[in-house]
């Protein structure tokens, strides 16, 4: 499936998936500049994620030639290495993923924090 | 060697997929429960509470990453039955279904950023600064300063004594005929 005939799509996508999160890095990384939020609740854990989900897209956007190269025919060590990786890639995925929500956790405490040392919730706001 | 990462594989996609699911059905619900809990007398429109805020987007996010979650974990399980010998005969729209992981890869995170971003606005609006225990959690020595006035929260608080000469909050925010006397 992995090394099938659909690698121009596969290309295309991961670049688009590559794509989003360096941009979703550099969304999150000016913001903090420009709010000077580097406090920001869950804020780590936010740009973990992206990170995370940056080193995801830019590793299968990596094996493509892997597993280009590794057509019918070839050594099976090239296959073991690339099935390995994208293992590895997947548990990288959840990864980003869990600290995507641990961050939005973080960061609904402290607004329930915030909200709740207003006293009566119709003040400030 | 390659069958048995190849079968590894598919169980890693399989949980993976699962795992994804389960962590962001998890968000949807908390994001369900904040709306339902605070969303009566207490709603943001009404009384100006505004933990609420970005909740719905949270709930759409999370939608997107169960659907995707979900898809990824039943085709790694199907691609397991396909290899175990099993007999799978789908209809051809049924592909349609896999437009889930790529639609869940970009708007999952995209609106939960979006989400948490609105949180952040709500926690940076802490007028009695509370937050500053949190500075002072993060370790930071210059929050002692800062604490107190009335255009900076605790968060602001390590950077405030850098921007102070070179911000003038007040001149702005105020018409230029009604400054205090004592500037």
């Given at each position: 499936m992995f090394f099938g005939g659909a690698e121009l799509l596969f290309v295309g996508f991961m670049l688009l998936y590559g794509l989003n999160w360096i941009g979703l890095v550099l969304f999150t990384g000016a913001m903090g500049l420009r709010r000077r939020r580097w406090g920001t609740p869950g804020g780590g854990?936010?740009?973990?994620?992206?990170?995370?989900?940056?080193?995801?897209?830019?590793?299968?956007?990596?094996?493509?030639?892997?597993?280009?190269?590794?057509?019918?025919?070839?050594?099976?060590?090239?296959?073991?290495?690339?099935?390995?990786?994208?293992?590895?890639?997947?548990?990288?995925?959840?990864?980003?993923?869990?600290?995507?929500?641990?961050?939005?956790?973080?960061?609904?405490?402290?607004a329930d924090e915030a909200v709740k040392s207003q006293g009566s919730p119709g003040v400030g706001a | 060697m390659n069958e048995a990462f190849a079968k590894l594989l598919m169980w890693s996609f399989t949980a993976a997929g699962y795992g994804v699911?389960?962590?962001?059905?998890?968000?949807?619900?908390?994001?369900?429960?904040?709306?339902?809990?605070?969303?009566?007398?207490?709603?943001?429109?009404v009384s100006g509470n505004r933990a609420?805020?970005?909740?719905?987007?949270?709930?759409?996010?999370?939608?997107?990453g169960v659907a995707m979650g979900v898809v990824a974990g039943c085709?790694?399980?199907?691609?397991?039955?396909?290899?175990?010998?099993?007999?799978?005969?789908?209809?051809?729209?049924?592909?349609?279904?896999?437009?889930?992981?790529?639609?869940?890869?970009i708007a999952c995170p995209g609106l939960v950023l979006w989400g948490t971003v609105v949180s952040w606005r709500v926690a940076e609006r802490d007028p009695d600064l509370d937050a500053a225990a949190m500075v002072a959690a993060a370790g930071s020595t210059a929050g002692a300063n800062a604490v107190g006035g009335e255009q900076t929260d605790a968060l602001d608080a390590p950077f405030d004594p850098l921007d102070a000469p070179f911000d003038p909050p007040t001149s702005l925010q105020k018409p230029s005929g009604e400054r205090d006397a004592g500037r």
């Open positions: 854990w936010m740009l973990v994620s992206a990170a995370l989900y940056g080193a995801v897209g830019l590793g299968l956007v990596m094996l493509i030639p892997l597993g280009v190269i590794a057509g019918p025919g070839n050594a099976a060590w090239v296959e073991s290495v690339a099935l390995a990786s994208v293992v590895v890639l997947i548990a990288v995925w959840v990864g980003s993923n869990a600290a995507l929500a641990k961050a939005l956790f973080t960061a609904w405490r402290a | 699911a389960v962590i962001w059905l998890i968000a949807f619900f908390r994001a369900a429960g904040r709306r339902d809990s605070q969303s009566v007398e207490a709603s943001g429109f609420v805020d970005g909740a719905g987007r949270v709930m759409l996010g999370a939608a997107a085709s790694g399980m199907l691609t397991l039955i396909i290899n175990a010998g099993g007999d799978v005969d789908m209809p051809e729209l049924f592909g349609l279904a896999f437009l889930a992981i790529p639609v869940g890869l």
